[in-house]
């Protein structure tokens, strides 16, 4: 197992990764697959300050976790959304968990003070949606801090979508932030 930075030649296996969950769940509430070049785009965003990794097991890719901006007004530079995605075959394997652990360390070393998980959660658990997520980022220490009730419709049923945080470092007067790649 190897944990390493992404690279834009891994588009392709993320995409196939993030599409099944397009289609086939609402983990994300995102309806059409996603094209390369879309996917491409985003991950070149977000890869210009922030860490966008992925976990390989036996040379293949089996997850991947990034940070991006939480909101883009420069008060909430120190607050960062987390997002990861594991081949539906590869849960339940340590992979998020280890992804995390990483994100986590590089994140506190850019600066950033406040962690968010923005995760779909249903009423009631179906065969598109369960409450996995939320239970593994509380497993990691993330504490629900609000709830939007029946906010995202897919699949002919309403979602609600809840906001867990997590702090990883210290609130300072004048603090510092500085990019991945400059860590």
Known sequence: MHIRDAKI????????????????????FEYDEVSEDEFIDRMKEIMSFYPYLV??????????????????RTAYSWSCELSIYLDHHAKGKGY??????EIEKALFKMGMTNLYACISV???????????????????????????????YKFDRWYHMIW????????????????????
């Open 9 to 28: 030649e891994d588009a392709k296996r993320l995409i196939e990764i993030y599409n099944y969950y397009i289609k086939n769940t609402a983990i994300t």
């Open 96 to 101: 998020g968990r280890k992804l995390y652990e």
């Open 55 to 72: 976990i390989e097991d036996e040379g293949q890719v089996q997850g991947y976790a990034y940070a991006h901006a939480f909101y883009p």
């Open 122 to 152: 249903p009423e009631v658990e179906d065969e598109t949606l369960t409450n996995n997520s939320e239970q593994f980022h509380a497993h990691l220490g993330f504490h629900k801090v609000g709830t939007f009730k029946n906010c995202g």
């Open 164 to 183: 867990m945080e997590k702090i990883i470092n210290e609130h300072v007067i004048h603090p510092s932030i500085k990019a991945y790649k400059d860590i």
